[in-house]
């Protein structure tokens, strides 16, 4: 770390910093109407630099200048001044005309850190990628921005809403307070994936929580639309935008307030308590605060995730996600309340290929035990529930009426939905494995498949019986015979081996979205 010499303060006129001589200018201007000055500015970035500078080292940055503080007018810097001292590292980033690139600065240091706060450059925005790799995000950030009417609290509901949909991807998120009226949470990556996916992946994340919570989030930026309700900004996973670093000074007030990490407990108390207080920091709290805690957004830098393909949107159209299927799973999010049953939300995949596709036959002990069959299909899981089970005597028929759709997610759903909730009771999966349609279709009320699981081999018939109800089905064991499991394999899941009695008394949902299943450990992300 570069240090500043310890006979010089930020009111002197030069500063000398690892040989570096800064000229102090106008140490005494007041940038902010309170009465902070350009020599507490300078203070204040010498003191947090430890901090700071691993965040946005080799970023490049554009600078936001207020040369007569924040009551005048700003200007934004991308390009390097002339004047840049030679020591300042800069890199080249293309532009997108094809002219010539611009020279970024690059703080990578606390000489060049203390050189662009006398610049009057009170906010910092770097970047979400790092130089060379100008293609690659190293995060996702979703800058959450209220509507007239909306305030940071209502931020952090939306913030919380979204912590709990990535907890579900089995993805860490982070949040921080912007220093000015919203909230930014960032989504670790620290892989190859490329802007192209990021942004797609963004704008498919704020379209499912709009359509979750209409009321209370959007993801068109059409400020008519925000009213009394929280912008979740995607657009900023762009390689050509910026969004203001961690522990930078903001010039949205009379007062000097920073961009702040917060935990989320702590989040979730200035929302329980109402204090819009509790998020809003300035230098010398936040100073205390960083002793105390420490960076608490340290695990942005180096936490390595990967982003569900399912998630990713279009890669040729970004801003086209897959919500030609999400009417179909209306039904299924209009009888659960997510806040309360473990089951898996409903997101929507993109369309598989292939002539195999999965299939899982749950065994649910709900008001009355049944088995509910479902089959990938159209983006959705196709269900019914079959009253007696899946027969396995040749020609043998069974009742099988038809349940709303399911999201993907809920082929490895397995554990206990709480009483009172839709569907309440312990659901096994039973069997699980691909199929495979020999005859028919779906939508003409008939199809003939092969299953291949774990449990059931061999050919079934779906038929739909419009003369008794629209939503009555038979299943109609064809092909040849399927042997009867034993009364051990009956009662045994396919995926833990677990019994009804047991999942009921582990009393936890063990699924898994449709990823190569993550092993469980008992240390895993217990800071959730």
């Known amino acids: 770390m570069a240090r500043r010499s310890a006979s010089n303060t930020p009111s002197a006129k030069d500063l000398r910093i690892d040989g570096r001589v800064l000229t102090l200018s106008n140490p005494d201007k007041v940038m902010y109407p309170s009465g902070f000055t350009k020599a507490q500015v300078l203070d204040y970035y010498l003191r947090v630099a430890k901090f700071i500078l691993p965040h946005l080292k080799d970023r490049p940055v554009t600078l936001k200048r207020y040369p007569n503080g924040v009551a005048g007018e700003f ?75 909306a305030d940071v609290l209502r931020c952090a509901e939306v913030a919380l809403l979204l912590k709990d949909l ?23 990556l ?71 990490p ?20 300035e230098p010398e709290a936040a100073l205390k605060r960083l002793m105390k805690k420490g960076d608490l957004f340290a695990p942005v830098l180096r936490l390595k995730q990967q982003l569900p393909s399912f998630l990713r949107g279009n890669k040729r159209n970004p801003s086209r996600v897959t919500t030609q299927t999400t009417p179909a799973l209306q039904e299924y999010r209009n009888k659960r309340d997510f806040l309360k049953t473990p089951e898996p939300r409903p997101i ?48 043998e028929k069974r009742l099988a009426v038809a349940t709303e759709d399911h999201p993907v997610d809920y082929l490895k759903f397995e554990g206990t939905i709480p009483q009172g909730q839709y569907g309440g009771g312990t659901v096994m999966v039973w069997d699980i494995g691909t199929y495979q349609v020999l005859d028919g279709n779906y939508y003409k009320g008939k199809l003939t498949i092969s299953l291949e699981g ?75």
């Open 262 to 281: 917060v935990a989320w407990d702590e989040l979730t108390a200035a929302l329980a308590k109402k204090d819009v207080q509790r998020l809003f920091f």
């Open 348 to 395: 929507v995949p993109n369309k598989r290929e292939g002539a195999r596709r999965p299939f899982v036959v749950q065994k649910h002990a709900a008001s009355r035990l049944h088995y509910d069959f479902r089959l990938e299909m159209y983006g959705v899981l196709k269900s019914w529930a079959v009253p007696k089970g899946i027969p396995l005597a040749l020609s």
């Open 454 to 528: 774990k449990k059931l081999t061999g050919q079934w018939t779906l038929v739909k019986a419009a003369s008794q109800g629209e939503k009555n089905w038979l299943i109609i064991k064809t092909g040849a015979a399927t042997p009867v499991p034993g009364k051990s394999q009956d009662d045994s899941s396919a995926l833990t081996n677990r019994s009804m009695e047991q999942i009921a008394k582990d009393n936890k949902a063990t699924w898994q979205s449709n990823r190569p299943p993550i092993a469980p450990s008992p240390q895993k992300k217990t800071s959730r």
């Open 166 to 188: 990535f907890a579900r991807l089995d993805l860490q998120s982070f949040v921080k307070v912007s220093g000015s009226k919203g909230l930014q949470l960032y989504v670790p």
């Open 190 to 260: 620290n892989s190859s994936v490329t802007y192209e996916v990021t942004e797609a992946f963004a704008h498919t994340v704020a379209q499912l929580l709009e359509e979750e919570h209409p009321k209370l989030a959007v993801s068109e930026m059409a400020k008519q639309k925000r009213a009394g309700r929280v912008f979740i900004d995607w657009s900023q996973n762009s390689e050509h935008k910026t969004t203001v670093s961690v522990y930078s000074l903001r010039a949205k007030h009379e007062r000097p307030y920073i961009s702040m």
């Open 75 to 149: 200007f934004y810097e991308k390009r390097a001044p002339s004047f840049t001292p030679e020591w300042v590292k800069t890199f080249p980033v293309p532009r997108r005309d094809g002219e010539a690139p611009i020279s970024y600065i690059l703080i990578n240091d606390l000489a060049t850190l203390a050189w662009t706060a006398n610049l009057a450059n009170l906010e910092v925005h770097p970047f979400l990628h790092r130089a060379p790799k100008i293609h690659v995000p190293t995060a996702i950030v979703f800058d959450l921005d209220p509507g007239e009417g």
